[in-house]
């Protein structure tokens, strides 16, 4: 299987240059000018950018909250992130067992993804409790390919400071990348009593029973927990202007702290919730335009290094509407992982936001070095995978969920108008998706057995 992208504008995280590039057998093979290939199939790529093919490192299929599945599984899910441009998925794994070990997930979760996903995929594993025997099972879980684990600093598994630590040594000890839900928990759970002892049940009082503040102090003290434990930290789905600060003070000092934001903390807010609001129960909530444009800003500047989406749909008329006189009651999620790539190009590259070249960097790459799949994918070079993205600069598209692919009745960015658009997706050589029409095969997707990242 051979193919030739001809003409298009090539853009890395470093470089944008005019060209073509050749794959084979799964491979970029060349990248050069006029590059004529015997009986390759040919993409004329004039006047579209071709990009790394996109890397969401917070997805959440077939997660298990309470009485809730979330609607997208490994099929559903990656074949609507492979109609996004999205190319490769790190999926969250959610609680198991009370009491399993870190592998039980890991089992259960390529029992999910094996032979269902349509694009690659890997996992992050899951801190559910600690003990000496979870501590030395993290070592096995790299020898998985599992290298970044996730910490909960809220709901029923959330880990104590001293839990936290003694995680953050192991895993500097090994190399590994810990990534951190940071949220205060007490303050979180005593005004949410509050407001429904008070009749506020409303969607509103989701987002203020999870104040800006409740963010900030939690990342702040993971900041701090991991400076003592000399622990690199990644920070996922930050939403607030404040926490943002205290990242940039931390990596101004020289830690290695690292963090993410998604498309909905920095085009949506929080008077979202005023109007089926249910739609937008998140964690952490949606915050104001102020807090918009300081995540912009943090993404252009370099303190914030990845976009992710932390897709976790469920069903807005079945499930979520049903509780939107109680939040308390509403599963906690929404949907995104088709819609990063273009809302990223559009409202940051399009409105001046971010370069083309950042654009790129924390949508691919950045999240290819920091969990350990770079320069395999996240790059365009000799050697990498054929994971490649074309977008169309002038094709304008308004998002609804009538064109949409998730699994779930509703898009948290119903009537966004777009500008630019991916037309087709490139997954190791293959297109699986070209003009709206899906070429892909479920159980083409490839687990990822991933390295030690590199920390930017």
């Known amino acids: 299987m051979s193919l030739l992208i001809k003409n298009g504008t090539i853009v890395t995280s470093e470089q944008t240059f005019h060209g073509d590039i050749y794959i084979e057998d799964e491979k970029i093979k060349e990248i050069g000018s006029k590059l004529d290939i015997k009986d390759a199939e040919v993409i004329n790529a004039e006047g579209k950018y071709v990009i790394p093919g996109g890397i969401d490192a917070h997805t ?18 990656t074949k609507a992130a492979a109609y996004g441009g999205t190319t490769t998925i ?26 269902m996903a349509v694009i ?32 909960y600093l809220t709901y029923d598994f959330r880990l104590k400071d001293d839990e936290v630590y003694r995680v953050f040594k192991k895993m500097k000890e090994l190399g590994a990348l810990p990534a951190v839900h940071s949220e205060n928990h007490e303050i979180i759970s005593y005004l949410r009593d509050y407001y429904i002892k008070s009749g506020l049940g409303s969607p509103i009082y989701h987002a ?24 690199p930290l990644y920070i996922v789905h930050l939403s607030t202007k404040k926490g943002l600060k205290y990242i940039k003070m931390a990596k101004e000092e020289g830690q290695r702290v690292y963090s993410e934001t998604c498309p909905q903390y920095l085009v949506l807010e929080e008077n979202k919730y005023l109007n089926e609001g249910a739609k937008y129960i998140m964690s952490p909530p949606l915050r104001k335009k102020e807090d918009n444009e300081a995540l912009w800003t943090g993404l252009k500047d370099g303190t914030i290094s990845t976009v992710a989406t932390d897709h976790c749909p469920f069903f807005y008329e ?49 999240p290819a070095k920091l969990f350990g799949i770079y320069p395999k994918k996240g790059e365009i070079k000799a050697g990498s995978d054929g994971d490649l993205v074309i977008i169309d600069p002038s094709k304008e598209v308004t998002l609804s969920k009538k064109i949409l692919h ?27 998706v070209k003009e709206g029409l899906f070429y892909g095969n479920k159980g083409y997707g490839k687990y990822l057995n991933r390295s030690k990242g590199i920390l930017l």
């Open 60 to 77: 959440h299929f077939n997660l298990h909250a309470g009485a809730y599945t979330a609607s997208d599984d490994f099929y559903t899910g």
């Open 90 to 115: 790190i999926d969250h794994m959610g609680f198991g067992p009370k009491g399993c070990s870190l592998k039980h997930q890991a089992g259960v979760y390529h029992g999910y993804a094996d032979n």
């Open 120 to 151: 690659d995929y890997s996992f992050h594993g899951v801190f559910q409790w600690v003990n000496d025997d979870i501590l030395s099972e993290i070592e096995d879980m790299m020898k998985l390919g599992i290298t970044s684990l996730k910490i």
């Open 208 to 231: 203020k029973s999870r104040p800006p503040e409740c963010e900030a102090e939690a990342i702040s003290r993971m900041i701090n927990i991991a400076s003592l434990a000399e622990s």
């Open 318 to 366: 079945s499930e979520k509407k049903p509780a939107e006189n109680d939040f308390t009651k509403c599963p906690n999620g929404a949907p995104g992982v088709e819609e990063r790539i273009p809302i990223m190009f559009s409202e940051g590259v399009m409105k001046g936001r971010i370069s083309l070249n950042k654009f790129v960097e924390v949508t691919s790459t950045n």
């Open 406 to 432: 998730e699994n779930v009745d509703y898009t948290p960015y119903e009537g966004l108008k777009l500008k630019g658009y991916p037309v087709i997706t490139i997954a190791r050589g293959k297109v699986i």
